[in-house]
C-alpha cells in the first residue's frame, strides 16, 4: 500500500495544469505542431551580460560554498539600492530585505511564518495559485476568495472582505487578468490592512513588464511603511526563470519571520546567482529601465499588439494590458471547452477555471512565442470559432 498523503495536502486540488499538460502531450504524439501560450515562462534567453556575470561569478570559488539562506549582504545592497532608484523608497538592506528562490518560494514561505492552523488568509479569485494552495493550504489555514471583476479593473470590493483575516494577498501587474492597480487604490487596500490588523502580502513578480507609458509602483510607495512585504523577481524582466532568484522588501518584523522560516528549510539561492542580480539590477541608473530591459518588454508589447489585434479581428472584445505578458480573454461558455476547442488545431491557452472559480469565461494567453506563430494561431483559431 502506498503511504497515505497528509491531510493538508490531499486539500490541494488536483492540478489542473497537470491535466492540460496531459492533453497537450497526447496532441504532440499525434503529430500536432502544437502553438503553446500556456506556461509564463519566458521563451527569450537571459541577456548575455547577465549570463556572462553568472560564469564569472561561477569561475570563483568563494561562490561555490552554501550561501546564507536570507541573502547575501552585498546582494541585499544591491536590492535596497534598486527600491532607491527605481520607486524612491530606503529600506534597510540587513534587515528589510530577504533574497528568495523565485518570489514563489517567500509567497508559499510567508504563511509558514505568519498564519496559524485555521487562521483565514485572502486570496484574490482569479488568481496565482501559490496563495490559497502552497501558501494557505500547505499551513492549514483557510483561503478566502478575494473575487476580482472585470467592471472593477480586477480590483477587489475593500468594503466587502472580512476583517478577521491574517493575511490578504495582493498582485499587480496581475496574474492572469493583466489588470493594474492605481496607487490610490493601493494605499486605501494599505490603510484597510492597518486598520484591520491583516497582513499585506504585495506580489510585483511583474512589476518591470509594464508597456506603453505605465510605470507600475511598489506597495512601499503606498503604506505608512509597517505591515507589508512585497515580493519581486528576476524572473520575467530578465528572462531568468530557471535560475531561481527573487527578493522580498518590506517590514523588518515580516521580512525577519520569513527569514527564520528559510533558516530552517533552505540554504538559499547559489551564491553565483544572487551575485548576478547585483549586475542585473545594477543596469538601472535610475528609475527608467534599462535599454535592455526596455528591448525585452518591446518585443512582448509588439507580441501583445499582434495578438490583440489578431483576436479583435475574430470578434473578440478585448483591451491591450498594461502588464505582464498574459491576455485574459472573454469567451462564450466554459473555459475548459473553449481551451479544448482551441487544442484540437493545436493552440494552447490556459482555462480560467485554472485560476478560481471567477476565472471560468476567460482563458489566459501567455506571450510567449514569436509574433509569426501568434499570427498562425490566429489563423487556427479561425477554423473552429
Ligand atoms: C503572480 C506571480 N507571482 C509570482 C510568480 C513566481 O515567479 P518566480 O518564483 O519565478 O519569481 C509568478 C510566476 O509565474 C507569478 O505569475
Given at each position: 500500500m502506498p503511504f497515505d498523503y497528509a491531510t493538508r495536502l490531499k486539500k490541494i486540488p488536483p492540478y489542473l495544469f497537470?491535466?492540460?499538460?496531459?492533453?497537450?502531450?497526447?496532441?504532440?504524439?499525434?503529430?500536432?505542431?502544437?502553438?503553446?501560450?500556456?506556461?509564463?515562462?519566458?521563451?527569450?534567453?537571459?541577456?548575455s551580460p547577465i549570463v556572462e556575470e553568472v560564469k564569472r561569478q561561477l569561475d570563483d570559488p568563494a561562490n561555490h560554498r552554501y550561501p546564507s539562506s536570507g541573502g547575501e549582504p552585498d546582494v541585499r545592497r544591491a536590492v535596497a539600492e534598486w527600491y532607491h532608484r527605481r520607486f524612491n523608497v530606503?529600506?534597510?538592506?540587513?534587515?528589510?530585505?530577504?533574497?528568495?528562490?523565485?518570489?514563489?518560494?517567500?509567497?508559499?514561505?510567508?504563511?509558514?511564518?505568519?498564519?496559524?492552523?485555521?487562521?483565514?488568509?485572502?486570496?484574490?479569485?482569479?488568481?496565482?495559485?501559490?496563495?490559497?494552495?502552497?501558501?494557505?493550504?500547505?499551513?492549514?489555514?483557510?483561503?478566502?476568495k478575494v473575487p476580482l471583476h472585470p467592471d472593477k479593473g480586477f480590483l477587489p470590493d475593500l468594503d466587502a472582505l472580512p476583517s478577521d483575516a491574517k493575511m490578504l494577498y495582493l498582485n499587480y501587474p496581475n496574474n492572469p487578468t493583466g489588470a493594474i492597480a492605481p496607487k490610490d487604490f493601493l494605499w486605501k487596500a494599505s490603510t484597510w490592512c492597518v486598520e484591520t490588523d491583516t497582513i499585506l502580502c504585495y506580489d510585483n513578480a511583474y512589476s518591470e513588464m509594464t508597456f506603453d507609458d505605465y510605470t507600475a509602483p511598489s506597495i512601499l510607495e503606498c503604506c505608512q511603511g509597517t505591515g507589508a512585504i512585497e515580493f519581486g523577481s528576476l524572473s520575467k524582466t530578465f528572462n531568468m526563470t530557471?535560475?531561481?532568484?527573487?527578493?522580498?522588501?518590506?517590514?523588518?518584523?515580516?521580512?525577519?519571520?520569513?527569514?527564520?522560516?528559510?533558516?530552517?528549510?533552505?540554504?538559499?539561492?547559489?551564491?553565483?546567482?544572487?551575485?548576478?542580480l547585483i549586475k542585473a539590477l545594477g543596469m538601472y541608473k535610475g528609475a527608467e529601465k534599462p535599454d535592455l530591459v526596455k528591448q525585452n518588454i518591446k518585443v512582448y508589447q509588439d507580441r501583445r499588439d499582434v495578438l490583440v489585434k489578431g483576436l479583435r479581428g475574430l470578434g473578440f472584445k478585448i483591451d491591450p494590458p498594461k502588464g505582464t505578458f498574459y491576455l485574459w480573454l472573454k469567451v462564450d461558455g466554459s473555459s475548459m471547452e473553449f481551451a479544448d476547442r482551441m487544442l484540437s488545431v493545436g493552440v494552447v491557452c490556459t482555462p480560467g477555471l485554472g485560476f478560481g472559480e471567477f476565472g471560468d469565461g476567460y482563458v489566459r494567453f501567455a506571450t510567449t512565442q514569436p509574433v509569426e506563430r501568434i499570427e498562425e494561431a490566429i489563423e487556427r483559431m479561425r477554423k473552429v470559432l
Open positions: 497537470v491535466e492540460i499538460d496531459d492533453k497537450v502531450r497526447k496532441k504532440r504524439q499525434e503529430g500536432i505542431d502544437i502553438i503553446d501560450f500556456g506556461i509564463g515562462d519566458p521563451d527569450i534567453p537571459t541577456p530606503e529600506v534597510d538592506p540587513d534587515g528589510e530585505v530577504a533574497i528568495l528562490i523565485g518570489s514563489k518560494e517567500g509567497i508559499a514561505n510567508i504563511c509558514r511564518a505568519f498564519v496559524n492552523p485555521g487562521e483565514k488568509v485572502l486570496c484574490p479569485d482569479p488568481g496565482y495559485p501559490v496563495y490559497s494552495q502552497g501558501g494557505t493550504l500547505l499551513c492549514d489555514a483557510i483561503p478566502v530557471g535560475y531561481r532568484i527573487g527578493y522580498a522588501v518590506g517590514d523588518a518584523n515580516l521580512i525577519s519571520g520569513l527569514r527564520k522560516v528559510k533558516s530552517q528549510i533552505d540554504s538559499g539561492t547559489s551564491m553565483f546567482v544572487q551575485r548576478a
